[in-house]
């Protein structure tokens, strides 16, 4: 088999990790060996890399949060899942790599259709667009929200997530070339940040009282998202591709009480019952495997390059998602 290792931390993410042969692992009683389909490269495994992410595994460590495989054998005992079945890899199992050992009782069943690639990529961004949808505000159809960073994997997420709830979506990015394809995904509007953002928000969707605002950008956009917002509107953030603190002006919070959240995927995990996340996944899986909802894929890679591939998750003006396959 093949994984994808670190022994350290640095800043060339890339650099720090090697693609290397071990021997297959054999499944012990309620376990299954499970082989690898697809498992995406997120920016939250690129900070795990480079030290900046909020929950850093021990060192020696396997890259990969998320993916899909196939069972490949089974440990005594098992009868929850069988050989040839496709289920979720585990959670920040270390996915980037051919095989893996998981307890068959945490295993979630996947549709024996869909595409795999988009499959691979549903344990993290969709349910993070998800919950960022429906756990801060109660929104109606009709609804605004705005986000930053919009084509990236959760912006292109929460765009069809929300069409499908009837909310309207305000989608800004940083460059030119990604406005079409956002409108034809089903932005309702799409806007290149800049200083009069909050302006031309307002002019886009005639003076509409947005309560809710994205942010996974930092620094100054989180205040232009701000600023965009109704009296009494909520900015969550949950990233920060600027590499810098978010920064809201006072007059955001003290005259037009602007309030700032957080969200963070693996808190929700921490609380969520097993039946929250086996219904929230079931939900998705539906959605994905059915064609309803997708990211953009700019190129695959196996394993054996995932110097290149980290390389290429980590670079600017990406078009679509990184993914590893065997």
């Not at 697809?38 to 993916?67: K, M, R």
């Not at 069943?109 to 109660?138: H, K, R, W, Y």
């Not at 959760?154 to 394809?181: M, S, W």
């Amino acid at each position: 088999m093949q994984r994808a290792e670190y022994t350290a931390r640095g800043p060339v993410p890339q650099d720090v990790i090697e693609c290397v042969d071990r021997e297959t692992p054999t499944p012990k009683a309620g376990e299954v060996l499970i082989e690898m389909l697809a498992a995406p490269i997120n920016p939250s495994d690129v900070l795990t890399l480079t030290g900046q992410y909020g929950l850093l595994p021990p060192l020696p460590a396997i890259g990969g949060n998320e993916g899909i495989g196939r069972v490949a054998a089974l440990g005594d005992g098992v009868t929850s899942v069988s050989v040839g079945q496709r289920v979720l890899l585990p959670v920040g199992a270390g996915t980037w790599a051919s095989h893996l050992v998981a307890q068959a009782a945490g295993l979630i069943p996947l549709p024996p259709v869909g595409d795999p690639l988009q499959l691979a990529m549903m344990t993290v961004n969709p349910p993070t667009a998800s919950l960022l949808l429906s756990e801060f505000i109660a929104l109606a159809p009709g609804d605004w929200v705005i986000q930053n960073a919009a084509n990236s994997g959760v912006g292109e997420y929460v765009i069809q997530l929300a069409k499908r709830r009837g909310f309207r979506t305000v989608n800004v990015v940083r460059r030119q070339d990604a406005i079409a394809p956002l409108q034809a995904l089903g932005g309702d509007v799409v806007l290149v940040d800049g200083p009069d953002l909050a302006t031309r928000v307002a002019e886009a969707t005639g003076n509409a009282k947005i309560r809710l605002g994205f942010d996974c950008v930092g620094g100054s956009a989180t205040d232009r998202i701000a600023r965009s917002l109704a009296i009494g509107g909520t900015v969550v953030n949950y990233g920060a591709l600027s590499g810098e603190a978010c920064k809201i002006a006072p007059g955001s919070f003290v005259f037009r009480d602007v309030t700032l959240r957080g969200f963070w995927l693996a808190f929700w995990f921490r609380n969520a019952t097993v039946e929250q996340q086996r219904t929230l996944f079931t939900d998705i899986a539906t959605l994905v495997a059915t064609g309803a909802l997708a990211a953009s894929v700019q190129e695959t890679f196996p394993l054996s390059r995932i110097k290149d591939a980290v390389a290429a998750a980590a670079s600017g003006g990406r078009r679509g998602k990184i993914l590893l396959v065997p």
